[in-house]
Nanobody
Framework: QVQLVESGGGLVQPGGSLRLSCAAS????????MGWYRQAPGKERELVVV???????NYANSVKGRFTISRDNAKSTVYLQMNSLKPEDTAVYYC???????????WGKGTLVTVSS
């Protein structure tokens, strides 16, 4: 099992930047997939970016070139650097993990990002 806690959301103007953090309750070295999803008002939850333990990273087309995922294994933390933010990036951002041995998905409670002038 793992608990995930997001932080770093807030209000930012269009063109601005934010960095989200996802702190895990255990080592992330052996977590098979981790990343970020988001859910905008009235819309379904969608993939932002996920990386796998095999070394692949998949970004949604809408965020490629603007968002970057990174990890600090020593801190059991995953980050999402978001640059050139647009109003359509407004959403609740959820940290996600999949652990093969548990055969389960895990989710944080989410952090709200609002992009508005």
């Amino acid at each position: 099992q793992v608990q995930l806690v997001e932080s770093g959301g807030g209000l930012v103007q269009p063109g601005g930047s934010l960095r989200l953090s996802c702190a895990a309750s255990r080592s992330i070295d052996s977590i098979n997939r981790m990343g970020w999803y988001r859910q905008a008002p009235g819309k379904e939850r969608e993939l932002v970016v996920v990386f796998t333990s095999g070394g692949t990273t998949n970004y949604a087309n809408s965020v490629k070139g603007r968002f970057t995922i990174s990890r600090d294994n020593a801190k059991s933390t995953v980050y999402l650097q978001m640059n050139s933010l647009k109003p359509e990036d407004t959403a609740v951002y959820y940290c996600y993990a999949f652990i093969q041995t548990d055969r389960m998905d895990y989710w944080g409670k989410g952090t709200l990002v609002t992009v508005s002038s």
